[in-house]
T-cell receptor, first 109, second 114 residues
Framework: GQNIDQPTEMTATEGAIVQINCTYQTSGFNGLFWYQQHAGEAPTFLSY??LDGLEEKGRFSSFLSRSKGYSYLLLKELQMKDSASYLC??????????WGAGTKLIIKP | DVKVTQSSRYLVKRTGEKVFLECVQDMDHENMFWYRQDPGLGLRLIYFSYDVKMKEKGDIPEGYSVSREKKERFSLILESASTNQTSMYLC?????????????FGPGTRLTVL
C-alpha cells in the first residue's frame, strides 16, 4: 500500500528552528508538495520538490531525498503565526496525490 | 489572487437528507477536486473533474456524486446523508495536468450529520 508518515504534533519556541519530517512509500514518485493549514482555514501551497536537494524560500526550506523516500520542511526564526498544520503530499507514478495526515506545529513564546 | 469559495462554512443536516455543497473558483482553472478531511487521516479525494461535464472517481466516491455544468463551479452531492459523512469538506482547483500542479483550496465546509 501507499503510505506517508509525518509526526502528529511538534512543539517549538518562537525564534527557534524546527524540522518537520515526511517519509513516504509510494508506487513511484513524481514530486512532493508541502502545504500549510492554519486551524479552520484552507491549506495553502508552500513548496514543491521533484529533484534531490534543498529548496530555500525565505524562512522556509524543503529538502528531498528520493533514494531514502524522505523529505523535510525546515522553518527558521519561528513566529507565532507559524503555528499551523503542515501537510506533506506525494505524486505517485499515476500522478495521483497521496496525502499525509499532517503535522500540527505549536509555537510557544 | 486565486479565490475558491464554498457555499457554507458550517452545515448541520439530518440522516437521509440530500445535501448540496457548492464550490466556485474564479481563476479559470481546468481541474476541480472535492476532498474530505478527518482527524488523523490525510486528505481523501472523493471526486475530481478535469473539464466541464467530466468527472472521475477518487478514492472514496461511495455515497457521493458530483456535478460540473460550468467551468467555475463544482458541486458535491450527498444523496442520502449518513452520520459517517460528518466531516470537513474541502474543494480545490488547479491549472495544468491532473493533480500535478499546485492546488488552491476553499475554506472548507464543516458538515455535521445528526
Amino acid at each position: 500500500g501507499q503510505n506517508i508518515d509525518q509526526p502528529t504534533e511538534m512543539t517549538a519556541t518562537e525564534g527557534a528552528i524546527v524540522q518537520i519530517n515526511c517519509t513516504y512509500q509510494t508506487s513511484g514518485f513524481n514530486g512532493l508538495f508541502w502545504y500549510q493549514q492554519h486551524a479552520g482555514e484552507a491549506p495553502t501551497f508552500l513548496s514543491y520538490n521533484v529533484l534531490d536537494g534543498l529548496e530555500e524560500k525565505g524562512r522556509f526550506s524543503s529538502f528531498l531525498s528520493r533514494s531514502k523516500g524522505y523529505s523535510y520542511l525546515l522553518l527558521k526564526e519561528l513566529q507565532m503565526k507559524d503555528s499551523a498544520s503542515y501537510l506533506c503530499a506525494v505524486l505517485d507514478s499515476n500522478y495521483q496525490l497521496i496525502w499525509g495526515a499532517g503535522t500540527k506545529l505549536i509555537i510557544k513564546p | 489572487d486565486v479565490k475558491v469559495t464554498q457555499s457554507s462554512r458550517y452545515l448541520v443536516k439530518r440522516t437521509g437528507e440530500k445535501v448540496f455543497l457548492e464550490c466556485v473558483q474564479d481563476m479559470d482553472h481546468e481541474n476541480m477536486f472535492w476532498y474530505r478531511q478527518d482527524p488523523g487521516l490525510g486528505l481523501r479525494l472523493i471526486y475530481f473533474s478535469y473539464d466541464v461535464k467530466m468527472k472521475e472517481k477518487g478514492d472514496i466516491p461511495e455515497g457521493y456524486s458530483v456535478s460540473r455544468e460550468k467551468k467555475e463551479r463544482f458541486s458535491l452531492i450527498l444523496e442520502s446523508a449518513s452520520t459517517n459523512q460528518t466531516s470537513m469538506y474541502l474543494c480545490a482547483s488547479s491549472q495544468g495536468q491532473g493533480q500535478t500542479d499546485t492546488q488552491y483550496f476553499g475554506p472548507g465546509t464543516r458538515l455535521t450529520v445528526l
